[in-house]
């Protein structure tokens, strides 16, 4: 374990992840369904936006989870998205999610498969990798996101349901300056 890590809590490892990752970039993702291994190809344009403690946002999402303390969260980000299918060019999704962060939990207003609000457990294996478990509706998501230099990130998703693992999904992000 890095002196940074040791150094700092896991709400500060996040704030410094946010902001690391603030700005626009490419993703170029694969999935891969299991276990008959059909893959799907997308393209996304992603905007990260770092969002302070006590801003608007932050105090929303609170107000959705039901948190007494609707100040509490120490820092978040507000993701918004546009994909398309890279072989059919077909728009598949475009949407926005918020992310905010209080006491070693990650809190989201939305989940990858749900509408609904979700939480996730974060932990880190270095300061630029971000390791996250999501669970509900009987699904887990297990998710790394890897800063890679201040150009490159790289995620990686596993969704399990029932003990079995049905899907991954690759990405490679590219920071568009």
């Not at 990752?21 to 170029?28: K, P, T």
């Not at 999402?61 to 918004?80: I, N, P, Q, W, Y």
């Not at 390791?131 to 996101?145: K, M, N, W």
Request: hydrophobic residues 35%.
């Amino acid at each position: 374990m890095t002196a940074t890590l040791q150094l700092l809590s896991p709400d500060n490892l996040m704030d410094v992840f946010f902001r690391q990752s603030a700005g626009c970039w490419s993703s170029e993702r694969r999935y891969y369904t299991l276990p008959d291994g059909k893959t799907q190809e997308m393209k996304s344009a992603i905007e990260i936006t770092f969002l302070e403690q006590g801003c608007e946002e932050l105090r929303e999402l609170a107000r959705l989870h039901e948190l007494e303390d609707e100040s509490l969260m120490v820092c978040g980000a507000k993701v918004t998205w546009d994909t398309q299918n890279s072989i059919l060019g077909k728009q598949m999704s475009h949407g926005v999610t918020s992310f905010g962060v209080v006491d070693g939990v990650m809190y989201r207003d939305r989940g990858f498969a749900t509408g609904k609000p979700v939480t996730a457990s974060f932990s880190f294996t270095n300061p630029e990798t971000l390791c996250l478990r999501t669970e509900y509706d009987g699904s887990v998501f297990e998710e790394e996101i890897r800063l890679v230099g201040s150009r490159y990130r790289t995620r990686q998703t596993v969704m399990t349901r029932a003990g079995e693992q049905k899907m991954i999904g690759q990405y490679l992000e590219k920071r568009v300056e």
